[in-house]
């Protein structure tokens, strides 16, 4: 009798009861087969890394198999909206905050039973987090997605060129943007009207990442805080669009979106930019674009500028990449897919040190890894005074508008007062429509 009470005994733990959200009460099988479908952005790096990590899932879970996608970051979120709009999307995805909120508030994902990854409490998976990090994949209370990486913006310096140029960048790099665009105009060199060497220049795609602190240090605002109006501080908003009217071909011509994307071109080392701003993955980028490079010291990493008359310290937007699960996929592979997704974000240190993504958890900020990482300090410092790039589920197209009113300066050279009032309209339509 003994030895029959102990066997239903493991049979009930192999076989427990688990609830997904909206189902009703039901047994699932946890031992049966399962196929999970992943699907990421493109990152060569990264993807060794998670095929070794679920290679090693798998052998410690055998019925379980993976089929891991990547695509195009930039035709990620079309790819997922065309996928849910059939019912027929990935069991595993992964996302930036201003893409997966849509899909947290339509109901599409799978909010975490913590016990699933060995927690007690919900409130126990968000202790392991920095303030703010699961703040775009929560909804009543609910989790809905780890973050994969969390990444602020600083300047990377070539500090070659600025010794070329006569420059001291230990003391002479740029702490606001008005010696941003003195010093670009010292450090550009053109052939005729091309520029063939830029000081500095954006991360144009990233238009709410990029620009919006920069609006933000001047106390203006994309959205009130009720929600309700559209691009407030018309003083802060006209001496932004005033600057990048002065940077584009019809002011001083120091750069603009039709040339090389910056951080791609700072890596090469080849004389073409100074200075470039991301995120400490690229110093990854860098190391495996040119290895020479990176192992010379003649690069470094800043603080994000500051206006000279900024009322606020605003850095770099924190733009952070979550890996969530589809809430229409069984109840098995929820599970599963939540247990993979932990195993995975479980290496921070690995992602760290062979991809430099940064998990936001402080059992990484506290590791030996992330403080021997090359300017780990200096981004950590800059997060301090950093917020998420602007999320909702019309971010999209609010970021589609900023990007003509930036460009409408830039490279049109349009009145500042005129674009000011062309996007704040723009952007209003948009927040009426909700």
Request: with cysteine; net charge negative; hydrophobic share 35%.
């Amino acid at each position: 009798m003994k030895n029959l009470g102990l066997g239903l005994l493991l049979l009930a733990v192999l076989l427990s009861p688990v609830f997904a959200q909206g189902t009703t009460e039901k047994t699932v099988d946890l031992t049966e087969p399962v196929t999970l479908t992943l699907w990421t952005h493109e990152d060569a790096n990264r993807a060794v890394l998670e095929k070794g990590l679920i290679e090693e899932f798998t052998k410690q879970n055998p019925n379980v198999s993976v089929d891991y996608q990547t695509y195009p970051s930039g035709k990620m979120s079309e790819l997922l909206t065309v996928a849910f709009s059939a019912n027929q999307g990935p069991d595993i995805f992964n996302q930036s905050q201003s893409v997966i909120r849509r899909f947290v508030v339509e109901g599409r994902t799978s909010t975490l039973n913590p016990t699933w990854i060995g927690a007690k409490t919900t409130k126990e998976v968000i202790d392991r987090y920095i303030p703010g990090a699961l703040e775009a994949v929560m909804l009543d209370e609910g989790v809905h997605g780890l973050p994969l990486e969390y990444t602020n913006l600083c300047l990377f310096i070539n500090k070659q060129i600025f010794r070329e140029a006569g420059l001291d960048p230990e003391k002479g790099y740029p702490k606001t943007w008005e010696e941003v665009m003195s010093l670009s105009e010292k450090l550009v060199q053109r052939n005729g009207e091309i520029i063939t060497r830029r000081g500095f220049d954006f991360r144009y795609p990233s238009y709410t990442q990029q620009f919006l602190p920069m609006v933000e240090q001047l106390g203006g605002k994309l959205i009130s805080d009720d929600g309700k109006k559209a691009v407030i501080g018309d003083e802060a908003w006209i001496q932004f669009f005033d600057y990048m009217k002065e940077w584009g071909p019809k002011g001083k011509n120091l750069g603009g979106p039709t040339y090389t994307a910056a951080r791609k071109a700072f890596d090469l080392n080849d004389n073409q930019i100074a200075m470039s701003e991301s995120g400490l993955y690229q110093e990854a980028r860098i190391k495996a674009a040119n290895p020479e490079f990176y192992d010379s010291g003649d690069w470094m990493v800043v603080p994000y500028p500051q206006w000279e008359n900024a009322i606020q310290h605003v850095s770099g937007k924190v733009s952070c990449h979550y890996y969530l699960v589809n809430g229409q996929s069984s109840e098995a592979k929820q599970i599963w897919s939540w247990k993979l997704i932990d195993f995975m974000l479980s290496h921070g240190e690995e992602y760290l040190t062979q991809v430099n993504l940064v998990q936001p958890t402080y059992k990484l900020f506290e590791s030996k890894a992330f403080k021997e990482t090359p300017f780990s300090a200096v981004f950590e410092d800059d997060m301090n005074h950093a917020n998420l790039v602007f999320y909702a589920e019309n971010s999209g197209a609010i970021n589609d508008k900023f990007k003509a009113a930036v460009e409408s300066s830039m490279l049109q050279g349009k009145d500042s007062k005129e674009v000011l009032d062309s996007f704040r309209a723009s952007v209003q339509d948009i927040l009426n429509e909700q």
